[in-house]
């Protein structure tokens, strides 16, 4: 015997509600989406910085929050673990922001700078790999800039000469890294042409020192015998812990991290109270019929279910048009901004499972009329 489709004939019953409903179900989905995409974004561009660093150990001052707000420290602190059994070579790296001219508008707009030795392997990028732009970055006022920086910054033309921080600057080549969050764009200059920028700063004050271990050696066990030796103006952490710290530091104790957090919470909310709505007007408008059906003899379960299958219905449907538009917004949103903001197989779970949870939640807080109702009363 076919069993009648109960739950999809109620809500087709009313075409128009239905209409709202996945709409509202749908914008509750793509306001999920894009936050966990801005989320996921800012952890992307934090991890894939420091893949770009070959480096196993750092040393950063312990007045540092993050890679974008780093504070100096003695270069001296280098030379004192330079000889640690274990240690194939130690990194200087200077971080600060710098005031970029667009030569085209005449604005100027900050963009993060990395000053370098073009002798040490800092960074992966194949960019810097070669000689010849090592020997660039050794030039007077020559800096690479990155490709992934806003077009806010102007043309990025090899041999261009604009201003930067009140000194003429000639830009010797482009590499691809991305500032994520903490900038708009990012420069690499050689430390001389640090120490010129940002003079009177002094070349013995560094932002970072990046340590390489011998391969095969234990960077745990380096870094723990390098915190025995160095004092408390500078901290020794692994790679994973600097990724850690810097994670923590966005999704912690910043509003960037818990706007994001709270925007899914606040679009869960939403989305539940849309399908309650929808479910409670439609749970009264058959109220007849769903007292009928208990004098019948239907149980309080099959009433329940009944309504949850509207759920379901409503969360599948709403689903699939949310994903459509928040995979168009991702598109646009990277050529925007050229933040890293992709769609995974993780979140397309997480927010389909979201999505279930969040319509199935209505249908058990508006179910209850069903549940308790009496046949008499209702006639």
């Known amino acids: 015997m076919k069993r009648t489709p109960l739950a999809l004939l109620n809500l087709l019953h009313e075409r128009t509600r239905l209409i709202v409903a996945i709409a509202g179900v749908a914008f509750a989905v793509l306001l999920i989406f894009m936050n966990l995409g801005f989320q996921g974004a800012l952890l992307t561009s934090t991890v894939t910085f420091y893949e770009q660093l070959d480096a196993d150990i750092f040393l ?4 540092s929050l993050e890679i974008s707000s780093t504070k100096a420290f003695p270069r ?11 240690v194939e070579r130690v990194m200087p790296l200077y971080l600060e922001y710098l005031l970029w001219r667009n030569p085209e508008t005449r604005l100027s707009r900050a963009m993060f700078v990395f000053g370098v030795n073009p002798q040490d392997p800092i960074f992966l990028l194949p960019e810097l790999q070669t000689s010849e732009a090592q020997e660039t970055l050794q030039q ?7 490709r992934l920086s806003r077009a806010e910054f102007g043309p990025q033309t090899t041999g261009l000469e604009t201003e930067a921080g009140r000194r003429r600057v000639t830009i010797g ?9 903490a900038a708009d764009g990012t420069l690499i200059m050689s430390d001389q042409n640090f120490v010129r920028f940002f003079s009177p ?7 970072l020192g990046l340590i390489q271990v011998d391969a095969g050696a234990n960077a745990e066990a380096i870094a723990a015998t390098m915190r025995q030796l160095l004092p408390g103006d500078v901290r020794v952490m692994t790679r994973r812990e600097m990724i850690q710290n810097d ?19 606040v679009s869960f909310i939403v989305g539940t109270v849309i399908v309650y709505q929808i479910l409670y007007t439609d749970i ?16 309080g379960g099959f009433l329940f279910g009944v309504v949850l299958q509207e759920a379901v219905i409503l969360a599948v449907a709403g689903y699939v048009p949310g994903l459509v538009v928040a995979l168009g917004l991702y598109g646009l949103t990277r050529e925007a901004t050229n933040l890293p903001i992709v769609m995974s197989l993780t979140r397309l ?22 549940v308790t109702a009496d046949p008499a009363e209702v006639f």
């Open 173 to 181: 080549g482009q590499y691809t890294l991305g500032g994520g969050f």
């Open 60 to 63: 950063t001052s312990p007045q």
């Open 76 to 86: 001296t602190r280098l030379n004192q673990i330079a000889g640690v059994e274990g």
């Open 201 to 207: 700063r002094p070349f013995s004050q560094i932002n």
């Open 349 to 370: 779970i997480l927010v389909f499972t979201l999505t279930v949870i969040m319509c199935s939640l209505s249908g058990l807080i508006s179910v209850r009329q069903v």
């Open 247 to 265: 994670l923590q530091f966005w999704l912690q104790n910043t509003a960037i991290g818990f706007i994001f957090t709270l925007g899914v919470i």
């Open 140 to 146: 007077p006022d020559t800096v690479f800039i990155d």
């Open 284 to 299: 009264r408008d058959h109220m007849k019929e769903y007292a009928t059906l208990k004098a019948m003899g239907y149980n």
